[in-house]
């Protein structure tokens, strides 16, 4: 775009005004942006027990077995005291793949520590039921594993989109 | 993307080498260009839309600034305007909890803030960014029109995450018009392997011995304090001059030469000399924009005192969001003050090695207020130094260290200092094949170490 | 003065030369080079291409775990890590890893003291289980390491914290809650001529087990005399886990004993209860053509293995363990009809049903001092949630 070096008023407005536009254009973007970095992992720091009490008023998590730190240990691998709370549900029955994991962990370490084991977790289900157990699997592919912040989900089954939104929404 | 990386060295490096080299001198700077994207997008691959922001942006303010070149007032409105979007932009990262932090110690309130991972290199690319915008400003140089030139200025990898912060005016000629041939690519090679080898097989093994001397937290032995600082005091150097040295390496390999960044530091005889030779291109930086545009010495002694204590804080500052950083800043400020207007003639008159020792201890003391985020463990240390709260002179922990690490002091410290590469550089010319010999082992050396860590991030990477 | 550039120039002609076909070769190789999928001198599996999907892209998830993989699958990596472990060496470098190097050739792991708050939960488990079965015998043997035992082999210096202190408390806490505590360490103090750890490895040779044993048997009222045993080696080429993990001596190879009994030998069935087989013999002689022989003491760690031996009285025994008593399980089994191993590791189902089921008489915690004041895993067994 050719232009000319201030010679008059006129070219001084021909000029500003492009420059004007770029500016407001790239602080806005910016100011989007840094948004968006801000918002996308942050999460309120809600202690466990307001997330625990909140879930556990929901029956369809209630009605599953509530786990302890044995179990979080065979199937996630991870150490109760590793972490800054945890909720553990899952069904009685081997052959169900219904299981909801809700953890705080302490760092962001920890969470992606967790969010790996998750992950691993979600995919040895997959291979232990793969070949014959076709409503499981179809649960294991629409298995929610995610992390916001220091909280790390893991929710398969029925209800799992219902879960994870309530959880999104406690955070 | 690091440096110090297996797949770097041997996948990154080697194809893009194979395509710069044999790719017609025309596409070069778009390779160039591309190529720093995906190794800035490799480390990062939310942030290098921050870092192309941030190039973009320089680039059309710089533009504009010389076109308003006639106008000082509007100069000095858009001036403001890059200022504090950059300085937003860094805030944000890197300055905003430490911000909320100390504001909320002053009303004894805690503020809690999410925790923004920082992206790598931000404070080198803005402050490289800015040094063009200021040049423009006080014209020494002209505005690049032309995108492709300033994109490599701005987004070349090889000083893009760790400095050095390369000037436009020095390599603007380069951006359009280099050379390349087997000859500078070997110049970049030895300057490449001897800052691999600096920060892999000496900062690396020296950051061991202080990691095992502090991490226990248990109280040191005078003897133990001693030989950690010192162990710390070499990390530091040889991991920054070696990353600058590979910067500098590569940017050979590419055809551009930039300025050296270190020059033995540790051989300086006066914490003023030492300043003009240790991160250099910061403390020029820090010199031409801030010093010199507040007055620097050719004002009121009373003004000019405000002035150093303003950079070397605002030095400190860059170093770190924390106050000890500001510390070790104001530390130096009053050191550079102390020995312009009183220890001057001394430090003239007694013998060198004295004088060295003088600045070492100095630099030394300096580097426990740089190494110890928390104030408690600062004193402690700096109170161990002096044998107060020790465990006594010297325990089994110091006495193994200094077992451990004794050969390792041994090479570093000629290593520091300019004789044993001058050394060298004879046997260079007398038998280029033994020495290119040397070469490739102290390489082979580094891999293996390489290939046995998880990689020892380098220490400035995230400022 | 010519002369002079010139012949720089022919140095940096050469860098010139040598240092991109290094680089460019070494990444050829290691693209036409087969993946690797275990390291047998690591003793763990190598990271394996990851999957390439827009969201670890994205995290940045994608681009650390190609790093891993590029790292584990560099071209001749053990090479390179004996390189560097020898560049140690020269340098001075006594300890690598949490492991010594130390004289006459012994790789010592160094100690790490507990936690306070991991040690009060084990022993507070321990205790409390002790007073809800206070009708099943209890002992422990908690058997101290190399770092201890052979501290003059330590190199000059070595800051190593006395593992006795720990121990000695440990005993104390134990013996006032019922839990008879067999103390090995005077017994292998005395042997120091024997071999009582092996060189490389973190484990106790099977002539330490056999003086353990003897200990033991005095407080646990075994009769020793029912067997006598001779020693044969199994293997000659043992390289244990230090070596791997500190990268010295990489290279020595050190002898295996079992323990025979002579004459007639009861016969004993061994149940993996997990795995659903079963053998004849302790040893499991497969794994000593792989690299960790010391794993053919019962197959190597499993959740639960049960020991029946056709003995006069019926004795049964609950060992829960750690790999030390791989070893020596050998010795207790002509005295007690049935034994049952647990690993508090792996075993997640309910201890107090198998107690009931097995109906045990006797329980011997059988570990080494260093696993066992890191371990989390037994407190979790004894009391679980």
Request: aromatic share 10%.
């Given at each position: 775009m050719a232009y000319l070096y201030g010679q008059n008023s006129g070219v001084i407005t021909m000029g500003s005004k492009k420059y004007l536009f770029i500016k407001i254009g790239m602080v806005a973007f910016l100011a989007i942006y840094l948004f968006l970095i801000y918002t996308s992992d942050s999460a309120k720091d809600i202690p466990m027990e307001e997330i625990t009490s909140s879930m556990e008023s929901d029956e369809t998590v209630t009605s599953l077995e509530k786990r302890g730190r044995t179990d979080l240990k065979r199937y996630y691998q991870l150490s109760e005291d590793s972490l800054e709370g945890y909720l553990f549900y899952k069904a009685v029955s081997p052959m169900s793949v219904e299981e909801l994991l809700i953890i705080k962990a302490p760092d962001k370490q920890q969470t992606n520590i967790a969010c790996d084991s998750a992950r691993a977790h979600l995919d040895s289900q997959k291979q232990v039921f793969q070949g014959y157990g076709t409503d499981q699997m179809a649960f294991l592919n629409e298995a929610v594993v995610e992390s916001k912040g220091n909280y790390v989900i893991y929710a398969c089954g029925p209800n799992a989109q219902k879960w994870r939104e309530k959880f999104l929404s406690l955070i | 993307m690091v440096f110090s990386n297996i797949f770097f060295i041997f996948g990154f490096l080697p194809v893009f080498l194979l395509l710069y080299y044999l790719a017609p001198y025309k596409l070069r700077n778009l390779l160039l260009v591309g190529s720093s994207l995906v190794f800035y997008a490799w480390g990062e691959p939310v942030y290098v839309i921050l870092m192309i922001f941030s190039a973009l942006f320089h680039y059309f303010m710089g533009m504009e600034m010389e076109e308003l070149s006639r106008f000082p007032k509007k100069i000095r409105g858009n001036l403001i305007f890059v200022v504090v979007i950059d300085l937003l932009i860094l805030g944000f990262f890197k300055y905003y909890g430490f911000f909320l932090d100390s504001i909320g110690t002053v009303f004894g309130i805690s503020i809690s803030h999410p925790e923004l991972p920082l992206p790598i290199g931000i404070s080198f690319y803005t402050f490289k960014n800015l040094s063009y915008i200021f040049d423009i400003c006080q014209k020494k140089i002209h505005a690049q029109k032309k995108l492709l030139p300033f994109l490599v200025y701005s987004t070349m990898f090889p000083h893009m995450t760790a400095g050095p912060i390369i000037r436009y005016a020095d390599i603007e000629e380069q951006l359009t018009r280099r050379s390349i041939n087997i000859i500078k690519l070997g110049v970049g090679a030895e300057y490449f392997i001897k800052g691999l080898a600096a920060k892999v097989l000496l900062a690396d093994n020296l950051a061991g011995i202080y990691a095992d001397l502090t991490a226990s937290g248990e109280p040191l032995s005078l003897l133990g304090a001693w030989i950690a600082i010192f162990a710390y005091t070499m990390q530091i150097y040889f991991d920054f001059s070696g990353y600058s040295n590979m910067a500098i390496g590569l940017g050979k390999m590419l055809g551009f030469d930039f300025k050296k960044n270190f020059d033995y530091p540790y051989t300086s005889t006066s914490v003023s000399e030492f300043w003009r030779r240790w991160h250099i291109s910061l403390g020029s930086w820090f010199r031409d924009y801030i010093y010199i545009p507040l007055g620097g010495n050719r004002v009121s002694t009373l003004k000019h005192i405000r002035n150093i204590f303003i950079v070397w804080a605002l030095t400190g500052l860059w170093h770190g969001a924390s106050w000890n950083f500001v510390l070790w800043g104001l530390y130096y400020g009053l050191l550079l003050l102390l020995e312009k207007f009183i220890l001057n003639g001394f430090l003239k008159k007694i013998p060198k090695p004295l004088a060295n020792l003088y600045t070492m201890l100095a630099v030394m003391i300096g580097w426990v207020f740089f190494s110890q985020t928390d104030f408690s463990s600062m004193g402690k240390f700096l109170m161990a130094l002096i044998g107060?709260?020790?465990?006594?002179?010297?325990?089994t922990q110091a006495l193994f260290a200094l077992r451990s690490s004794l050969i390792l002091f041994l090479i570093a410290i000629p290593a520091s200092r300019p004789g044993l590469y001058q050394h060298y550089k004879l046997s260079m010319r007398r038998s280029p094949w033994k020495a290119a010999a040397v070469n490739m082992i102290l390489l082979i050396l580094s891999v293996a170490f390489l290939v046995y860590n998880s990689y020892t991030p380098f220490l400035y990477l995230k400022f | 003065m010519k002369k002079k550039t010139k012949s720089y120039k022919y140095f940096f002609r050469n860098m010139g030369l040598l240092f991109p076909i290094l680089l460019i070769v070494v990444f050829l190789i290691s693209i036409f080079l087969p993946e690797r999928s275990f390291s047998e001198k690591e003793n763990r599996v190598l990271a394996s291409k990851p999957d390439l999907t827009i969201s670890s892209l994205v995290s940045g998830q994608f681009e650390k775990k190609y790093e891993t993989y590029v790292n584990d699958q560099f071209p001749m990596r053990d090479m390179w890590v004996e390189l560097k472990a020898g560049t140690d060496l020269l340098m001075g470098k006594t300890r690598s890893n949490g492991v010594f190097l130390g004289k006459d050739g012994y790789l010592l792991e160094d100690f790490t003291p507990p936690l306070p708050d991991h040690i009060r939960a084990t022993t507070e488990a321990m205790t409390t289980f002790a007073k809800a079965h206070s009708e099943i015998t209890q002992y422990a043997l908690i058997a101290p390491n190399a770092v201890n035992?052979?501290?003059?082999?330590?190199?000059?210096?070595?800051p190593v914290k006395d593992q006795n202190i720990y121990l000695d408390e440990l005993f104390s806490t134990l013996e006032q809650n019922g839990i008879s505590c067999i103390d090995v360490r005077n017994t292998l103090k005395e042997n120091t001529n024997h071999q009582l750890y092996y060189h490389t490895d973190h484990h106790w040779t099977t002539q330490a087990a056999y003086f353990a044993y003897k200990e033991a048997a005095s407080k646990m009222d075994l009769d020793t005399g029912i067997c006598s045993y001779e020693q044969f080696p199994v293997t000659g080429s043992f390289q244990g886990t230090l070596s791997a993990k500190?990268?010295?001596?990489?290279h020595e190879k050190e002898d295996i004993y079992v323990f025979l009994p002579k004459g007639d030998a009861p016969s004993h069935v061994i149940n993996y209860v997990d795995e659903q087989k079963k053998s004849?013999?302790?040893?499991?002689?497969?794994?000593?053509?792989?690299?960790?022989?010391?794993?053919?003491f019962f197959n190597g760690n499993h959740p639960l293995v049960k020991i029946s031996t056709p003995t006069k009285e019926d004795r049964t025994l609950l060992v829960l363990k750690d790999s030390y008593a791989n070893c020596m399980v050998p010795f207790l089994a002509p005295h007690y009809r049935t034994i049952i191993m647990v690993d508090p590791r792996y075993y997640y189902d309910d201890l107090e049903e198998l107690i009931q089921v097995e109906n045990v008489q006797e329980i011997l915690y059988l570990y080494n001092a260093n696993t066992f004041f890191s371990d989390t895993s037994l407190e979790m067994t004894l009391s679980p949630q």
């Open positions: - | 107060i709260g020790v465990s006594g002179v010297a325990d | 035992i052979l501290k003059e082999k330590l190199p000059a210096a070595a500190s990268g010295f001596r990489s004849a013999s302790f040893y499991a002689s497969e794994q000593l053509n792989g690299r960790d022989k010391y794993a053919m």
